[in-house]
């Protein structure tokens, strides 16, 4: 099946469980288990922002915005801008009721859209794609258009390979049909690097790479 129609099927079926990583409406064993095993998701998400500084007055791209989580709070933040595009009209749907209930809509703007198909009218300040490339099989035309879109950064980040991990999260992802890629430090490099960005800055971050890289 195309990769676009596996991802939009997949996070369709999974946008609340998704979400409940971030609102912590699960067990207490889940939530016991997600601040041990997950714990660089929620240090991701600071990096993320930390890096995304200064946000007021500037435009945002989040690709695979996901339910929202990063580019509501940069609209909080006052960003000019904010464009979330997911392939998942669930995961917009979300992103969309919790834009108008907390009247952030007049800043953001939130498409079903995959990057490669999207046409962007602007360039942006910034372009994040974080927890996207786990899921893109050929990620190097997708971090060019994220390079070619931004005006002076791109933060991403990347699931590495040959950790404990892997495994686990491979076969729980098969067993629900989803494929998901993992990078060693040298193909994150060279990708950024064939995607034509003039420098970056990585930071290993438990069984993460996350990345702010510069067009130049
Ligand atoms: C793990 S979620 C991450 C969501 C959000 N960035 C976050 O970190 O909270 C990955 C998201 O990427 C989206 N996605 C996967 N492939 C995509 C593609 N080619 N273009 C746009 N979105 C994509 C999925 O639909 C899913 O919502």
């Known amino acids: 099946m195309d990769e676009i129609v596996t ?12 979400d409940s990583i971030y609102s912590h409406e699960k067990s207490r064993m889940s939530n016991f288990l ?3 095993f997950r714990w660089d998701m929620y240090a991701r998400y600071k990096y993320t922002l930390k890096n995304s500084q200064p ?21 909080r933040r006052n960003a000019k801008q904010v464009v979330g595009i997911d392939v998942s009209g669930n995961m917009i749907e979300t992103c969309k009721r919790r834009s108008a209930e907390e009247g952030l809509s007049d800043r953001t703007l939130f498409v079903q ?17 974080i927890g996207l490339f786990d899921y893109v099989k050929d990620p190097l035309p997708v971090l060019k258009k994220m390079r070619e879109s931004s005006e ?8 590495r390979a040959w950790t404990w991990r ?7 992802l098969w067993l629900k049909g989803c ?12 990708l950024l690097n064939q995607a034509g960005f ?11 790479y996350c990345v702010t890289a510069f067009p130049g």
């Open 179 to 190: 494929p998901v890629y993992f990078y060693t430090k040298s193909k994150v490099d060279e």
């Open 166 to 172: 892997v495994p686990l999260r491979k076969s729980r």
């Open 55 to 75: 946000i007021s007055g500037k435009t945002f791209l989040d690709v695979g915005c996901g339910s929202g989580r990063y580019s509501l709070e940069l609209a």
């Open 113 to 129: 859209a995959d990057l490669l198909g999207y046409d962007l009218e602007h360039k942006v300040d910034v372009c994040i794609g």
């Open 198 to 208: 003039k420098g970056y800055e990585l930071a290993k971050i438990g069984q993460l």
């Open 7 to 18: 991802q939009k099927d997949f996070w369709d079926r999974e946008a609340d469980n998704f």
């Open 34 to 36: 997600d601040k041990i």
């Open 152 to 159: 002076h950064r791109a933060i991403v980040s990347f699931p």
